[in-house]
């Protein structure tokens, strides 16, 4: 509206009588809202079988494009004890099943010599094993966040479903996903952290351990591997 068309509707209101005009003041921009982190979407009674039926064929991210098979977890689904690993290599991305390779026969020793040395009766299919991620990302490099945001909802609803008494994070990815921390393993192992009210162990991860100068981080792998099992089976 130009100032001659406003001044004639001006002269029309006053013409009815109308003395008084009011302003409205434009809507104020909406206030920045805090930015809210939903939890997961975990169903009431969720079950590691409805899980498994919700990632389907999943097509979430860009690491369905080269996948073989969806690794998901494997071991006892009432186990008392859950080891988190990082994401499927070539040997588990053929099978299906977490820490198959050589990295997994290193874990599947120190779970089972530890173990038995500290006179806990227990061997590999009594604890579960699953990672941040799912699916292999390729070339076996690191999972990016958006993967590990993604993917990271199906590991928390199947730590929620299990509820162990503890958790094993093994290597700075499964530490990153559960803790929320960009600290490295160095600082965060030999003691307890927590993903919601669990208690959380972190230590190296086996491929790690599997270099041959890394015999000084074997040791402590193996003193936090005592530590959680006490903790647990005690
Ligand atoms: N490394 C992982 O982090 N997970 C596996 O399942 C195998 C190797």
Known sequence: MNVDELRQRLTFYRDLGVKDLYKMNPKPAAEPQPEVILPSIAPAGDTLARILEDIGDCRRCRLCEQRGKIVFGSGNEQSRLVFVGEGPGADEDAQGFPFVGRAGQLLTQMIENTASKEGIPIRRPDVYICNVVKCRPPENRTPLPDEMEICGEFLFRQLMAIRP??????????????????????????????????????????????????????????????????????
């Open 165 to 234: 008494k503890a958790i094993c994070a093994l290597g700075s990815t499964a530490a990153k996903a559960l803790l929320a921390t960009k600290d490295g393993v160095t600082r965060l192992r030999g003691h307890w952290h927590k993903w919601r009210d669990i208690p959380v162990i972190v230590t190296y991860h086996p491929s790690y351990l599997l270099r041959p100068y890394n015999q000084n981080a074997k040791r402590e792998a193996w003193e936090d591997l005592k530590k959680v099992l006490h903790f647990v089976y005690d």
